[in-house]
């Protein structure tokens, strides 16, 4: 995580930003009233994707439990007729 203060922030603002979402790497900035973090879309719908999963009753544990089926039990999508 990068730490930098709002100041700094607002000097290399594009620089930081760019990094963020090339590097997935979150900026901490810090100011007089409280720190904010700023993270790149990619990772915010991650995150987002991520709670939704743990949201709904059980899906977490089929997914978990789907991981480890045997690849022979499923149909191929090319064989699938849409």
């Known amino acids: ?12 603002i594009y620089n930081l930003l760019e990094n963020t979402i090339k590097y ?6 810090s100011t007089k009233n409280g720190n904010a973090v700023v993270i790149s879309e990619e990772d915010y719908n991650s995150i987002m994707e ?11 544990d089929e997914i978990v439990k789907r991981e480890n089926d045997n690849d022979e039990e499923y149909v191929d999508e090319s064989e699938v007729k849409w």
């Open 24 to 29: 997935n790497e979150p900026i901490n900035i």
């Open 1 to 12: 995580m990068t730490n930098t203060n709002i100041t700094n922030f607002r000097k290399d």
């Open 50 to 60: 991520t709670l939704y999963i743990m949201s709904v009753p059980n899906l977490k």
